[in-house]
């Protein structure tokens, strides 16, 4: 049924991309031969539950690996091999270059099919000091392993957390929990700055409240602990001054880690990511990508984009998994559904923001309301915001964001179905979601946010 | 901009598709006359939440209230005309006889626009001391507050609540919480009945770890209290005998409240409800009619149906109110989509199940799978149960059901947001939809039980 004339499968990288792929390609073809190339020492972790390890909440780092090396290898005939980075590549001969464990020994390892889930890294400020000792990064179980062991001998009392994402504000709330005084510095207006500003508000908020200090529109021009001083230098539009700080986190985002692509043919696209077409192949017709190392469909721009989400991670390594094994799967893309639990708050976003519709050309309204997130009899409920983003000539809903206490995370998939089905906000207005007093309102809040909209395209009282 | 000939719009019921009607007439046009008939001494209350006041969970009755009459007097400009029950008309001369207050004075109120939304009424079998003064029904602030005067004066010890849907199980549930010994009786095979028997057999074994004594295929022959015994007699296919009970609740199922129009011309479908359009419009041009009185379109089988949910009652009054006051909405019908939380569990329902798929002749599969409603990395994961119907020519989702601990109101409402755009189980399977280790797994559920459907459909291992 699928062409055999090659039989050797390669995957570059052992975590939920790579995975993914490497269990696909062995569910549609029993025959290859599948070898996974993990450079670390883990495979299959949860990257998004690294900072509960920081915080105590999750005991052991071993319990965030999803599955065991054993399981690929013995359930699903797998070869696993850790330790082996690839550092080079020769596509016209299909062949990998391979540095092998601590000692770095290069090999050559060949494949017919190769897929690339090789994920993201950490982009490094260049600001002096960055290299000390004291400044930690924050991507893998080893990093988070490295960090936990810096705090547990040092005990640190204050810390520096650079950027103020997802990733910087979930270590600023771990090292709260921790009792570590944690200011977060944030280069740009706000924090959370993906997000429409009602809402990254509302979680500068919090943060203030529970004591983590926000620096926004501030930068970090060094770090002194090369030259034995306990803190690191910030500078915002009054000038420069010394903050006091044992412990610097790097949490400026990432890139594409596809250092290893530089020399060869390999189409490159945004943040350094692998472009692919619909079926996840790149440029070259026997590699595929997926995951964080490589550029994704938004849905709703229609264009190749970075989202190097978790879920996307997983989902494309599926498809490339399956395409690279003889299936012929497409895959339709992403509308950039996140969801982070910070501070106790939920907080998500789903398709685009306003600054990104207007500059598509959209002549979009953004409407807000603060909702129950259930019905107001049965004791419990919280308080819920949410922003939507409409196009008014289509009436179709462009983007969606909510924060809250509690039911934001799945009712932002609500908004993420609609979105990838083109839905107007009339209907989903009208769409038929749940109710029972104890789960939600007889109106869901996502209905209720777009009969606003209604009112509002017909040109209506509220 | 709307048709101004006629100025006087009633509605006939005060509760959510009345109110919804009312208040959407009032948003579309600021100039008609408003008036609300209410035949009970309450408006716009929690009908849902009403077995939370009988365990006590919600204090007062008062709680349930939503808005009160002052709120829709003073802020919408609506009137509302309680102890006003209408109990005929005449639509050729524009005419409502009704009657009023205790002394059931009979007066003439004529309309320009009507708007039927009468609720539904409680079905009662008949059964040989049905009229006891100690058999209750369960529908309006009225019935509950009965009841709980009831229990309060006479502390029964034990009861039997015939019918094991969602009334019958909520109800239950607040005996039991309240120190009553509770024994629910269900003619058919099994409690929750339109649900599929792997869902309800687990909602039925956590009935009885609770204590509450579950029998089916059993009926209630009499009821024997006004014989001076505090017994009903029971039939199964073993024979009859007693059960030894002080309290009896009705909780066999309602039907469209429209005894009222049995002498018009007004055309009845399923259930005694009003036959309406997608315009919410009956077989009278100038009558509308919503919520649990009136059919309304089922989206996967495309007929007239009756759904007599609270989520269905406010969209299709909103609609009905709209129209009436000269607008020209169309509703598109509901998917079905139902939730309720019952002993800690979260069961929830969309679309169609497996038998009426085969009645509808789809050649369908059915999948069933568990899930963990968070990643297991993070304390406090629940288990989840779900059941999805697929349509194996379309590979469209037909239906899908789920009961759980958590996670599963607003998983649903994935589901029916996915039924209501014929989505096909590839394209849910690939679905966006938002990861964070506390509130979902990297694969959601959702996307999980879909991808299994998908590698069956492709007659893959799973």
């Given amino acids: ?23 696909q390609a062995r569910r549609i073809n029993p025959d290859l031969n599948i070898t996974v190339l993990e450079s670390g020492k883990y495979i299959s972790y949860s990257t998004c539950g690294l900072p509960y390890f920081i915080s105590g909440y999750v005991k052991r780092a071993e319990d965030l690996l999803v599955y065991p090396k054993d399981f690929f290898e013995q359930k699903r005939n797998i070869k696993i091999l850790m330790g082996h980075r690839v550092v080079g590549m020769d596509p016209s001969k299909k062949e990998l270059l391979v540095s092998v464990g601590h000692a770095q ?5 060949e494949y017919d099919k190769l897929i690339i889930s090789s994920g993201g890294t950490n982009i490094i400020p260049d600001i002096p000091g960055i290299d000390s000792s004291n400044v930690f990064q924050f991507r893998n179980v080893s990093d988070a392993e490295n960090l936990k062991d810096y705090i547990d001998s040092n005990n640190p009392k204050k810390a520096v957390v650079i950027g103020g994402g997802a990733i910087g504000m979930l270590l600023a709330e771990a090292f709260n929990q921790i009792g570590v005084k944690t200011t977060v510095v944030e280069r740009k207006e706000r924090i959370y700055n993906e997000f429409e500003y009602e809402i990254s508000t509302i979680l500068a908020r919090k943060a203030e409240i529970d004591g983590i200090d926000i620096l926004t529109k501030t930068s970090i021009t060094s770090i002194n602990a090369n030259s034995g001083q306990n803190t690191a230098t910030i500078e915002d539009a009054s000038g420069k001054k010394d903050l006091e700080c044992v412990l610097v986190m790097l949490a400026t985002g990432i890139s594409a880690n596809t250092g290893f692509l530089t020399d060869t043919s390999i189409e490159l696209g945004i943040n350094g990511a692998i472009k692919v077409d619909n079926k996840l192949q790149s440029s070259h017709m026997n590699i595929y990508a997926s995951g964080d190392c490589a550029t994704i469909k938004n849905i709703v721009t229609g264009k190749q984009d970075y989202i190097p989400t978790a879920n996307n991670a997983v989902k494309t390594g599926r498809i490339a998994g399956e395409n690279a094994a003889g299936g012929n799967k497409v895959f339709n893309g992403s509308v950039g559904t996140v969801v982070d639990k910070v501070l106790d708050l939920e907080i998500a976003s ?11 050309g959209y002549d979009a309204i953004k409407l807000i309301d603060g909702f129950s997130s259930h019905a107001g009899s049965v004791p419990g409920a919280k308080k819920i915001a949410i922003i939507i983003i409409v196009d008014t000539t289509s009436r179709r809903l462009l983007g969606a964001q909510m924060i809250g206490g509690e039911g934001v995370g799945k009712r932002i998939d609500v908004f993420a179905t609609a979105i990838t089905n083109e839905m107007t906000v009339d209907d989903i207005y009208m769409l038929d979601l749940s109710y029972a007093p104890a789960i939600s309102t007889v109106w869901d809040p996502v209905n209720k946010i777009c009969g606003k909209a209604v009112l509002a395209l017909d040109g209506k009282n509220v």
């Fill in 105 to 109: 020994e290069n090999k050559i390892i």
């Fill in 350 to 360: 789903t398709g685009i923001g306003s600054k990104e519709a207007v500059s598509l």
């Fill in 1 to 23: 049924m699928y062409n055999n004339l090659y039989n050797n499968l390669v995957v570059i990288g052992g975590n939920a991309s790579g995975l993914a792929a490497a269990s």
